[in-house]
Structure formats: C-alpha cells, structure tokens
C-alpha cells in the first residue's frame, strides 16, 4: 500500500541527494496550468507505456501528484502490479502543496525554461531582435543564421535563410558553418531557451565569432509581422577530422572548467551491475541518424540540445547516474556542462573510444510491460462493422494528433476517463473498438473496459495500420466525448492567427518571469561557478 507524504516532507526530500522520482499523473494540459516545479508529467492514460523509461529501477522512490482526486491511488496501484514498491502519494495532491506556501507553476519543462533565463541573466548573453535581424539580412552582412532545433521543428517554420544545427551539434559543426571569425553566428530557436543555450555555448568553448541569440526567436520574428519559411531542410555540414579535433578541445576546455567527469567503458559496466541498487540512465546526445548507425545496446537516444531543453523529459529520476555518449565527445561533454550547471551532481561523459565499441543499429528499443490479453480487430473487419453500424470506435490519440487524422466517426476520449466520458455519451451503438497511434495503449485500455463491465476490442496496429491499409482519416474535432485538457497547446498549435499572437506574447513574458518565480518557495537555485 502507498503511504503519503506532505508537502513540507516533499519539499526536504527534493533538496536532498537520493534517488527520487516525483511523477504527475495529470493530464498534460492539466499539468501544465499549475504543477510542482520538479514534477514530471506522465499521465495515468498513458502510465503503462511511459513508466519502465522514465524510471526503470522498480526500487526507485516515487512521490505521485493528483488533484486529491483518486488518480494517484490508480496510479499506485497499477505501477504496484508492475513491481514498484517504494510508492508515496502527495498528501492534498497540487493543492496540498500550495496550502503549504510552496510555489506552483505553469508551463513544460519549466525547471530547463527558468535555466535559460537564469543563464541570460548570469553571463549576459548578447542578442539582436527580428528587426535587427531583418536589417542584417537586408544588408548582406557577413553572417550566418542556425537554428538550435531538432530539424523536424526547424522543417515545420524557420527563419529565411538559415540552417539547421540543434542545439549540442552548434559546438561540434562551428568550424563549417563559420569558418571566417568575422562571421557573425546568430542562433534561434522557437522562443528564447534554446536561442540562449546556443548562443552561450559557442561563447563558452571560445569560438572567435561574434555570437548573439534571436531575442524570442521565430515567435519574435512573426511577431514582428516578418515571413518565416516553411518545409526547409537545410541542415549544418559534415565535420572534417580536423574539425572534429578543434571542437573537442574546445569543449574540453568548458568541461574541465565546470568539473564534468570521463569514465571508461569499465566503469560503466560496473554500474550496469549495480542497477539494482543506482538507477542508470545511458543517454546518446548526437543526431538520429549517427544513433541509428550504431549506439550501445542500452543507450536511449537523447540529442544533447534537447536533454538541456527538457531536462524532466529525459531524465525523471532525480540523482540518477546519468552517462553522456558520444564518440566524438564534444556534444557529451558540452551537455554534460550545462547539466552540472543546472544542479545535476552525478553526470558523467563515457570517454569516446569506449563510446565506439560493442554498437548496434535502428532505432531505440523501448522497454513496456506485456500487453495483456484483448480481444483485436483488423482494420478490414472495423470497416466492414462500421459499415454494418456494429461498433463505436473511442480513439485515445492526443486530441492534437486526434484533429489532424482519425477514424470517421471515431470518439476522442482521454483515457482515464473513460468511464465517466462514455457513460456521458448515452447508449453507445454495438460493442466499443478501441484505438490508438500504434495499438499499443488500445490493448491495455481495452483490457481494462471489459474486465470493468464493458466489453471492448482493440484495433490492432491502432490509426497506423488503418491509415497504412488505405482506409480514410477525417481531420477536425468531429467527436469530442472528453475535454480537451490532455495536451498543454503551444502558441503555434493554436490555429487562428489573433489566438496564436496573443499565445505567443503572452508565452515570451510567462519565459521573462521565470527567474524572479523559480526563487520563491518550491522553486529552485542554480550552482553558481
């Protein structure tokens, strides 16, 4: 049984050194309005298939978060059945730890969005705006522009004109993209973080440039009423031997100055042995194309630009042993800098040649528990019942990825809810099909309706497999049986432009006012060096 513990317990805990895990089993969108600085945010509709990689040590201590709402006893007891043990329960849940006096706050990744801000503040980092920008641009000054995202996001809206360089890569790819010292290195990113991250970083490992961040980067640009490109791919260059040698003596400048420790591969084996006892997380900074080509067996991929960016997202186990892989070190060691920068006392780089060796290819393996038994349906016979008005399909996609492509006629649902959601809904016609992106969730949820009374089948291979067997998908929220609230919307996933300005202003000064927020009790201090 889960005991429970107070917020002023919690908070003494958070300052302390042990491994601890504090986990918000809200919805996203819930969680996003106002959570624990620390949390991490893995909804109960999901738990099942996000636990085993945000905390893979079944011993690891979990604080769960609710709204003193019963979700975090049902979270309890489904990660008890898992063969977690050490499971306390936030005592008021959210609202406890505010009675406590302790700071709440809004938004994703905050604890990496206040560092960014804390990061500007403390080395002064320099800046252009759009319309500074915009007159460089027009001037033909000697520059380039790099964008610090990951090239999805870079693909999706960029500045004209520049290049995509995710944030651990800029360090590592400098040498070619400005091999001039007079070039003037200009880095963005959507908003402010990864602008000011990418910007310092080049500033700490000397790089002769000029450097300066887009101040708000291209939420900053479209508000100032300039064009941004879309569908653009173009990415930073290969690195030569010679730059490659230059970047890591670059960057084992800044890791000797901020103390970052190299292992061996020995070491590393020896706490592959102690997992039991030490949570282990092995993270592979680069690219996914050189990950793919060959990372160790156990290394989950993490680009380095990203791990700073979303530090909850990647590493949920406070005090884990956390080891940084790259061959070529540079990205590793510069990630692992800004880690220990940010509070992380147990970072370790694993040295490059043992990083090269023992590697396998593809994509990452990540480990869930076994489905358990449901009854399935391909996607021929779901046509062929919805056709016969047999079923009524409840889809468990995000409501994001529901409103760009789904089943017609599909109902989103919000998982955890589903049976005060459903019952909403009246009679539904025939048994229910239950879906999901890839299947995967559906089988659980399916699993969990009948054993509760309401017998469900899952579509096997989920949206995936009917979208890839040629049947259609309709695009808006067409069906709507649960809130909205699962996602936490992103100025630029608001589609009417007056929402999406207002989003985007209001999003820049929420960023601004982290740094006086986050010293407020339950907020957080940075080491200072």
């Avoid at 898992?82 to 406590?100: C, K, M, N, P, Q």
């Avoid at 450097?211 to 640009?221: E, S, Y």
Wanted: proline share 6%.
């Amino acid at each position: 049984m889960p005991t429970t513990i107070t917020a002023a317990d919690l908070e003494s805990v958070l300052r302390g050194d042990g491994e601890l895990a504090l986990i918000d089993v809200r919805e996203e969108g819930i969680f996003g309005q106002n959570h624990l600085l620390m949390a991490v945010t893995l909804p109960l509709s999901g738990l099942e298939l996000s636990i085993r990689r945000a905390v893979p040590r079944r011993g690891t201590p979990l604080v769960l978060v609710d709204d003193d709402d019963g979700l975090a006893a049902r979270a309890a007891a489904l990660l008890t059945g898992f063969g977690y043990f050490d499971i306390s329960l936030l005592e008021g849940g959210v609202a406890g730890w505010t009675a406590a006096g302790l700071e709440t706050f809004s938004g994703l990744n905050v604890p990496s969005k206040a560092f960014g801000e804390y990061v500007e503040h403390h080395f002064d980092t320099p800046s252009v705006d759009a319309t500074e920008l915009r007159r460089m641009i027009d001037n033909g000054a000697d520059m380039v522009i790099l964008d610090s995202r990951p090239m999805a996001e870079f693909n999706r809206m960029s500045i004209p004109g520049g290049i995509n360089c995710p944030g651990a890569e800029l360090t590592h790819r400098i040498a070619a993209l400005a091999p001039n010292p007079e070039t003037t290195v200009v880095v963005n990113c959507a908003g402010r973080t990864r602008s000011i991250l990418g910007a310092q970083s080049l500033r700490h490992a000397g790089v002769p440039n000029p450097v300066v961040a887009l101040r708000n980067g291209t939420m900053g640009w479209h508000l100032a009423g300039f064009k941004l490109d879309h569908g653009q791919d173009r990415a930073a260059p290969a690195v030569s031997a010679a730059d490659a040698v230059l970047a890591r003596d670059r960057a084992g400048v800044v890791a000797a100055h901020y103390g970052v420790p190299v292992i061996d591969g020995a070491t590393l084996q020896k706490w592959r042995g102690e997992q039991e006892t030490h949570t282990l997380l092995v993270l592979d900074v680069r690219g996914p194309d050189e990950y793919q080509a060959g990372h160790l067996v156990d290394a989950r991929h993490a680009p380095g630009g990203q791990v700073v960016q979303a530090t909850d997202r990647h590493i949920a186990v406070r005090n884990a042993r956390v080891v940084l892989v790259d061959p070529a070190e540079t990205r590793a060691l510069m990630t692992a800098a800004w880690l220990i920068q940010m509070g992380l006392s147990n970072v370790h780089v694993l040295a490059g040649a043992d990083a090269a060796t023992s590697l396998v290819t593809g994509p990452e393996a990540i480990e869930t528990p076994p489905p358990p038994a449901a009854d399935t349906l391909t996607p021929e016979d779901l046509n062929a019942a919805l056709t016969a008005g047999a079923v009524t399909v409840v889809d468990l996609q995000p409501s994001l990825a529901y409103r760009e492509g789904h089943i017609p006629s599909a109902w989103f649902l919000v998982r955890a809810r589903w049976q005060a959601d459903l019952a909403a809904l009246g009679a539904a016609a025939g048994k229910l099909v239950v879906t999901s992106p890839d299947g995967a969730l559906a089988l659980w949820a399916a699993a969990e309706m009948t054993a509760a009374g309401r017998p469900a089948s899952a579509l096997a291979g989920g949206t995936e497999a009917w979208a890839a067997a040629g049947y259609p998908l309709t695009q808006g929220m067409e069906n709507p049986a649960s809130l909205t609230d699962d996602v936490f919307l992103l100025p630029y996933a608001r589609r009417d432009p007056d929402e999406a300005a207002a989003a985007m202003n209001a999003y820049l000064t929420w960023e601004v006012a982290l740094l006086d927020q986050i010293k407020k009790p339950g907020g957080i201090s940075f080491p200072q060096f």
